[in-house]
């Protein structure tokens, strides 16, 4: 297969929120996965788990978003400030019904930040919760001076003021954010927004409004066109980014799939479906294109990723699954994707960091595995902050299934800042091996290191055999010139890193 790579030609920057990640107050992603509390046999410092913030700062995570998805529009912040003996205990109504007794609030939350040194994503209440109370958790979170808010964040322990990079104006309130119209949304978020409040001058805070879920072409149409009636020029005003939903199930959400008991077929059909984001990055921003011309307004996909069966004997409502080698290839499409997409997509979280839906981390007790997933983000961590390159792949056109026949190859390239290109290729075959042939342009090809995540489909790490799935050393190719030989193994990830 013939694969061509032209470093002059730059195609846009790579936002390291490319590689966010999202933690809800779901199951075990909290607490349990996060948050064990400062009593715990379990080492923490405040509270949070030492092995799992390790593994998290290796992964150089970009952003953090928190406390929802569904959760989010249910919560009101107060219950999860002051003493903890003192924080209500509430139903978590949307995952599982088990008491939230709040002893992780937002300190907490701004504390781990700190510890895993990433930029802040709050997502505010809007199906439940009042104007008042969004804009005084703006107001407590980042003002600095004298007000009821910033007093009592300072008798909370907190003097300083903390920085919110990102605020979501909602959470998915078409459905469990209020079963709102685009319409009656796009207005509540004019008015929500507008108490959004930068109070720092140099430290905008970048909202999000609530976008669709999947192909909801309507509501992306909708809520832009009531967010535009304003005063053109300015209307961009109101937003930087509207998110964007879309999770892989194997048929879909009646019939979600296991997570590790899979067919050869159920391979190529998540593998298919994962593909379709890049159909709704596409339409979705032709859409966005009409209305915002000077290309200002980010899509943010802000929940992504495999959405399977519970695994057997977990509660149905803390969406814990297993991580195999088919989650390692759908990590590795989608974030190539998004390089591909770096022009309109500024910020991607899968869902979610522990422990829920597709994790980079699971968790039992006092033990922790890194999933196939955490692996790819580790390979993938080398584009954070380069120049997309030009760059394309011949492929064909495999699988079992008419209806589900995939490329055998997918790939994205980048350049660091001391001139390095960063490969990534996804071999989408259960089975078969490739050998391509690239061509850097214009370049003569000194060095190249490589490193390989893959092996058989359904390959998992367990908490008795936690390293089945793990990143090895890729020595498979040769270099001559400006020519790369590289033979890809069948399902696996892979990333060069190519001196020139
Ligand atoms: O990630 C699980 C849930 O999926 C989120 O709470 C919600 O936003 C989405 O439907």
């Not at 019904?97 to 802040?120: A, I, P, R, W, Y």
């Not at 055999?465 to 069948?490: M, S």
């Amino acid at each position: 297969m013939k694969f061509y790579i032209n470093p002059k030609i730059k195609k846009g920057h790579i936002n390291p929120e490319l590689q966010g990640h999202f933690s809800e107050h779901l199951g075990r992603c909290i607490y349990e996965g996060l948050y064990v509390g400062e009593n715990s046999k379990i080492p923490n410092v405040k509270g949070m788990r030492k092995d799992v913030v390790g593994a998290l700062k290796e992964l150089q995570i970009p952003v953090l978003r928190w406390p929802g998805g569904c959760f989010a529009d249910e919560y009101h912040w107060m219950d999860g400030v002051g003493p903890k003996k003192d924080r209500k205990k509430i139903i978590n109504t949307h995952w599982g019904g088990v008491t939230e007794d709040n002893s992780f609030g937002t300190h907490e939350f701004m504390e781990l930040c700190k510890q895993l040194g990433c930029k802040t994503y709050i997502n505010g209440n809007v199906g439940s919760g009042t104007v008042r109370e969004m804009s005084e958790w703006v107001e407590y979170m980042t003002f600095d001076g004298v007000s009821p808010m910033a007093d009592l964040r300072a008798k909370n322990g907190s003097k300083k003021p903390w920085k919110v990079d990102y605020f979501g104006v909602g959470n998915e309130n078409w459905g469990c954010g209020g079963n709102m119209t685009p319409e009656y949304y796009g207005n509540l978020y004019r008015r929500y927004q507008t108490y959004v409040r930068d109070y720092k001058a140099d430290e905008h805070i970048f909202k999000i409004c609530c976008g669709p879920n999947v192909d909801d072409y309507n509501w992306m149409d909708r809520v832009l066109y009531t967010t535009h009636r304003c005063a053109e020029e300015k209307w961009h005003g109101f937003m930087d980014g509207i998110s964007l939903h879309y999770y892989t199930f194997t048929d879909g959400w009646e019939k979600k799939g296991r997570a590790t008991d899979f067919t050869e077929k159920e391979w190529y059909k998540v593998l298919k479906k994962t593909l379709y984001m890049e159909d709704l990055i596409n339409h979705h921003a032709a859409i966005i294109d009409r209305y915002d011309k000077a290309g200002k307004i980010a899509l943010v996909i802000d929940e992504w990723g495999t959405w399977y069966e519970v695994e057997p004997g977990t509660n149905p409502g803390f969406l814990y699954q297993q991580n195999t080698v088919r989650d390692a290839l759908v990590a590795g499409i989608n974030l190539n994707i998004f390089n591909k997409h770096c022009d309109r997509v500024k910020m991607a979280n899968i869902a979610q960091l522990v422990n829920v839906l597709q994790s980079v981390i699971l968790t039992d007790g006092d033990k922790m595995v890194k999933t196939p997933t955490y692996h790819v983000f580790n390979m993938y961590k080398h584009h954070q902050d380069n120049e997309l390159v030009d760059s394309h792949i011949e492929t064909e056109e495999i699988g079992l299934e008419s209806d589900f026949m995939v490329p055998n190859l997918t790939e994205s390239v980048s350049m660091d800042s001391k001139g390095k290109l960063h490969i990534t290729l996804t071999n989408l075959s259960s089975k078969k091996a490739y050998s391509i042939e690239g061509v850097i342009a214009e370049s003569k090809i000194k060095d190249v290191k490589g490193e390989i995540v893959g092996g058989e489909i359904h390959e998992h790490n367990t908490f008795d055999k936690p390293e089945t799935v793990k990143t090895k050393e890729f020595t498979d190719f040769d270099f001559k010139g400006d020519v790369l030989k590289v033979k890809i193994p069948a399902s696996s990830v892979l990333h060069l890193e190519v001196t020139i």
